[in-house]
Nanobody, 116 residues
């Protein structure tokens, strides 16, 4: 079992920054992928960024150049630094852990609201 706890969401003005954290606990080992997804009201959940244990990264086109994903394998924590935030970034942000074996876990989410 893997538990994921997100933190760092909140209200920020357009152009501002936030840093999300996702702390993983439990059976964290081997080759895995951690990522951030988001779901805005009335929309499907979408990938924001992911990082492998390699590490290699992947970003949605809408956040390239503004968001940075990183991970601390000692702390089993993945971060999402979000800069130049826009109102369209408003969503619930979810952390995801996927192991090579197929184990797949989600956090409960943290709300990010970008508004003046």
């Amino acid at each position: 079992q893997v538990q994921l706890v997100e933190s760092g969401g909140g209200l920020v003005q357009p152009g501002g920054s936030l840093r999300l954290s996702c702390a993983a606990s439990g059976s964290i080992f081997g080759i895995n992928l951690m990522g951030w997804y988001r779901q805005a009201p009335g929309k499907q959940r979408e990938l924001v960024a992911s990082i492998s244990s390699g590490p290699s990264t992947k970003y949605a086109d809408s956040v390239k150049g503004r968001f940075t994903i990183s991970r601390d394998n000692v702390k089993n924590t993945v971060y999402l630094q979000m800069n130049s935030l826009k109102p369209e970034d408003t969503a619930v942000y979810y952390c995801r852990y996927v192991h090579l074996s197929g184990m797949d876990y989600w956090g409960k989410g943290t709300l990010v609201t970008v508004s003046s």
